[in-house]
């Protein structure tokens, strides 16, 4: 065989195993974001609910001050996550930006009252939880009305539910998919050696010496391609994170290792039953049959 073949060989061979290590990592990816999307599906909830507002209207005498002295108590309560002052000049000119400069013309004194605009911890953001919350905010004599928006929160909790349950059914598919093509190449490329596993065979190698070599290349395979998945994953929170810091909360650490740490055992578990599963048939066919 001259230099210039055993080149060609060596390109396909590097070839081959790149186009392995990136099709598993891509799979690998999906494994990543399906499991980003399980560990951290009460965060993502949490998230959703926590940015559901409910407002406070004051009573039209109510100052400024008043309103912003107000705060504290509220901050304090234990069902609620944040609070936002609007004053009346800050109400105003959202008024005038909805219904025109000349709304107020036929009013001598400016009608919008001081609101405060609340979040709730996620837990309270139910029906029954809403009207307990509502309740206890009337207590304040400052208050006038409470607009909780019944309607839009019983629609966030079905549809969060119904959400869920089609994620799950997806995750599930896509995880098993992952599974089976990590799987199939893995096989592919060691099938691709059945006469190398033939002849070693016929020279007396043990099943345990013919699998050590491929074991331990699908192990670094599995690595490499794991790694590949981990920086894009980290790429896409990285780019998450710094165009869209709204989003930042839903990134844990804790959920970020646990994924980490799933990809890589996935990587890991998936080469090794692969290759050890074909090796065996491998070794188990005659010589007829590896040409089929």
Known sequence: MTKKSNKMIRRRLIGAYASSVISISLVLLLVGIASFLVVNATRVTDF??????????LKTEVTDAEAEKMLPDLNSMRF????HLVTKEEGTVELKEMLGEDFLSVFESSPVPVSIE????????????LSMVSARIMESPLVDEVVCRQSLVDALNANLQKISFVLGILILLLLVVSFVQIGNTVRINIFAKRFTVHTMRLVGATRAIILRPFMARSIIQGLVAAMFSLAMLGGGVFYVMKNLPQFSVLFGTRELVMVGGIILTSAIVICIVSTLLTVNKLVSMNRDELYY
């Open 80 to 83: 609620i996550h944040s609070t």
């Open 48 to 57: 959703f609910k926590e940015n559901l507002q409910m407002s406070v209207i």
């Open 118 to 129: 609340v979040t709730l911890n996620a837990e309270y953001v139910s029906p029954d939880s």
